[in-house]
């Protein structure tokens, strides 16, 4: 495999590098949290800009038509900088989805507003009693007229309290747990009997609750096919945990570079703490844990959009627990070195811890892609 960037890549890191670098300082970070919608729409408007809004979608609709790999170097320099905007929700997620499932109708009217930066998109599949058993839908989809009506709740759904446009999975046909039956709705916020609850997760980054109560719909929000979606929400949420693996490189890599400063810097006994041998061996062991992680975080996004479902499956299940491994090892080692201060609110290094837990459960924790994985490979 060749592991080197092209110049569109090359480009791609560069220029979020770069933005990171200069407009998501830490105290900066902080300042957009308190603002209103806990993100930056400025800052939202500069990647429609540059472009990485667009890395995916065709270049009719305004896009670069780049592939998945292109949209992890982007990811894993965000992970670095703890970016809080709705991106996966949008960009990874949403307009994924659009890409995927969506009729030329749907991709034109919605995926250019998505790269101008003029709607942010939700994925509406998890529900209270769901967890990560994905055909666990009890959101129910029954024509009504010439459309249907949706009834049910779903829970954490990423980006939801700022969302202009939902996509929802409701079932048509069959009950909770069943693979076929399931069906994907387009459905705006202003949809009447559409309820959003959103508030802040333990990283900062915004979620919401979201309540059906016969939300009306014509036909046309159908996204791909009635009672067939189970394949794109599997395809979806495999590349939403692709590129939590991509940020979560960057997360680490950032912790790391802050934990060898530290130990630079932090004297004991009249000499920097880095030079006890003790944490110059916990300091390797993080570095090689960074390393492990970012191999199979390479190979994640190199098979994400694979048409293979079973292998690709186990190639983003293999990552996701290395990558959950590494970033509990590199948390807990870090906040080791630091001593208190690495989990106060003031300094930054326990906010990377917080991000790196979040991921390990988003889209299954170590536990449950082990178990997926063991499953598959038999």
Not at 90 to 118: C, F, H, M, W, Y
Not at 174 to 197: E, H, I, M, Q, Y
Not at 301 to 306: E, I, Q, Y
Not at 322 to 332: C, E, H, L, P
Request: proline share 3%; glycine share 12%.
């Amino acid at each position: 495999m060749d592991f080197s960037l092209s110049d569109t890549q090359q480009m791609l890191r560069d220029t979020a590098e770069r933005l990171v670098r200069e407009r998501y300082g830490f105290e900066e970070r902080k300042r957009i949290l308190a603002g209103p919608g806990g993100f930056s729409r400025e800052l939202w408007a500069t990647y429609a800009e540059l472009g990485l809004l667009g890395i995916e979608v065709a270049e009719d609709q305004g896009g670069i038509g780049g592939n998945f790999q292109d949209l992890a170097i982007v990811l894993e320099a965000f992970g670095r900088g703890l970016v809080v905007e709705p991106y996966v929700p949008t960009v990874v997620l949403g307009a994924g989805l659009v890409n995927a499932a969506g009729s030329d109708a749907q991709k034109a009217d919605i995926l250019p507003r998505v790269v101008g930066g003029e709607a942010y998109l939700a994925f509406a599949h998890g529900e209270p009693k769901s967890r990560y058993t994905l055909a666990h839908v009890a959101t129910s989809a029954t024509a009504d007229g010439d459309g249907f009506s949706l009834t049910g709740d779903k829970a954490v759904v990423l980006g939801g309290d700022v969302a202009d446009l939902f996509i929802v999975s409701a079932r048509t046909a069959g009950k909770a747990g069943d693979t076929d039956g399931l069906s994907l709705f387009l459905v705006p916020k202003d949809a009447a009997g559409l309820t959003v609850r959103g508030y802040p997760t333990v990283d900062g980054t915004r979620a919401a609750e979201v309540s059906l109560r016969g939300a009306k719909v014509g036909r046309d929000a159908l996204l791909g096919p009635e009672g067939g979606a189970f394949p794109l929400i599997a395809q979806a949420l495999d590349r939403g945990a692709a590129a939590l693996c991509a940020e979560a490189v960057g997360v680490m890599t950032a912790l790391n570079e802050l934990t060898l400063d530290y130990l630079k810097t932090r004297t004991q006994f009249g000499v920097p703490i880095g030079s006890f041998q003790v944490l110059q061996h916990h300091m390797a062991d993080m570095f090689i844990a960074q390393e492990q992680a970012r191999s199979m975080a390479i190979l994640a996004a190199s098979r994400a959009d694979s048409a293979d479902a079973a292998a690709r499956s186990r190639a983003i299940s293999a990552a996701k627990v290395q990558v959950g491994k590494s970033a509990r090892f590199i948390g807990q080692q870090s906040v080791q070195m630091h001593g208190g201060i690495g989990i106060t609110e003031e300094y930054v290094a326990g906010h990377y811890f917080k991000r790196l837990t979040t991921i390990d459960r988003t889209f299954g924790d170590v536990d449950f892609h082990l178990t997926r994985f063991a499953t598959l490979a038999a």
